[in-house]
Structures are given as structure tokens and as C-alpha cells.
């Protein structure tokens, strides 16, 4: 065992057992120091056991529940993020991606449909595939899927691989709206979006 100089190993294991003592003797102090309110955000979960016809009125119900659509996308452009991380011959087990890692392309078509519906005056599916600067129809494609129903779900859907500039001509940079930790981001300067909102979609 490599000896501490000036140290035995008792005065060690002494030294080391009063700074935990010290450290427990803290917790209870800072545990009770108050914090200041978190931000908080309205959140809609749902159970839905297929993709099929039951997907639509369970997702427009969450939607409802946050509030509505329609006061967020209403005459807006609308940037949806949606994952495509990997290759599309990529498997977990015999499973195809979109019942694994990817969105699901149901999940996909359903928002942009309510989106639609909601309002919303341009739609853009937005992602940077995997080491890939095809147009995103042709990297979907790969994996079997009908972009064209996507591009179809509304009025003025576009797709975007945003891993290079696309068919804008040059880069914006801007500060979302609300701040937090993403205070600066360069979006393509032909999908600015007059308000930026999020969705996510996660399968647990």
C-alpha cells in the first residue's frame, strides 16, 4: 500500500471519518435553506396502445389539455425536432427504428395534421441525420417510410437537414424567446420562426 508521507494509515482513516462527520453535520443546514420557485410547465400524459386510429384524439385531447394549439402556432411558422438519431439500418433486436429509437412517423404526421388544424402557417421537420447531408425525404426513405404522407398531413410542410444550410441562402442568429440556457442559436434564416416552441415526444 503507497504510505501517505507524514501520515500512518490510522491518522488516515481518522482524518477521512471527522470530514464526513463534518460534511452530514452540513446537509440538514442547506436542506433547509429555501429555494427559489422553479419554472414550471404544463405537461399532458396519456396512455395510447397503438399507432393507429385511437393515436389523433388521444394526442389532440393532450393538447387540449396544455392549452390548445392554437394559441401557439396560430399564423406562426412552426420548427418540429424530431429524431432520427442513427442509421435507418439500424436495429434494437428485429424492431425498425420507429419502434425503438426513432419518432414514430404516425406521431410525426398526427402533430403536423393539428398543427395544421390549429392554424399554424408553416410547418418544418427539422434534423441532422447521422453523419448524412441528403434531403431528409431521401434519408426517411431509407428506412421505408412515406415522406410524402408527412410533407401532405397540412398545408405548407417542409423538410430541412439541418447538418448544412439546406435552401436558405445564409444563417440568422437570434435570441429564443423566454432566454434559459438557450440563449443564442443560429437557425436556417429561411425558418425563423416568429415564436419558437417545442415538442417533444418521448416513448417510456
Not at 436556417?188 to 420562426?193: F, I, L, R, S, T
Request: net charge positive.
Amino acid at each position: 500500500m503507497h504510505q501517505c508521507p507524514g501520515y500512518t494509515r490510522r491518522q488516515w482513516m481518522s482524518a477521512v471519518t471527522a470530514t464526513a462527520g463534518a460534511l452530514a453535520g452540513v446537509r440538514p443546514t442547506l436542506a433547509a435553506t429555501p429555494l427559489a420557485t422553479p419554472p414550471t410547465a404544463p405537461v399532458a400524459i396519456a396512455r395510447c396502445n397503438s399507432y393507429g386510429k385511437e393515436l389523433a384524439p388521444i394526442m389532440e385531447k393532450m393538447f387540449d389539455q396544455l392549452g390548445g394549439l392554437g394559441r401557439l402556432v396560430a399564423g406562426k411558422t412552426v420548427a418540429i425536432k424530431i429524431n432520427l438519431t442513427g442509421s435507418p439500418n439500424q436495429r434494437m433486436g428485429y424492431r425498425p427504428a420507429e419502434l425503438a429509437h426513432w419518432t414514430h412517423p404516425a406521431v410525426i404526421g398526427t402533430t403536423v395534421a393539428l398543427m395544421g388544424k390549429a392554424g399554424a402557417k408553416r410547418i418544418r421537420l427539422l434534423e441532422s441525420p447521422w453523419n448524412n447531408a441528403d434531403p431528409l425525404e431521401e434519408y426517411m426513405m431509407e428506412a421505408n417510410w412515406d415522406a410524402g404522407s408527412l410533407l401532405n398531413a397540412a398545408a405548407h410542410v417542409e423538410m430541412e437537414n439541418t447538418n448544412f444550410l439546406g435552401n436558405a441562402k445564409k444563417y440568422a442568429v437570434f435570441t429564443p424567446p423566454g432566454g434559459g440556457h438557450m440563449r443564442r442559436r443560429v437557425q436556417q434564416a429561411a425558418g425563423v420562426p416568429v415564436g419558437l416552441h417545442h415538442v417533444f415526444f418521448q416513448r417510456i
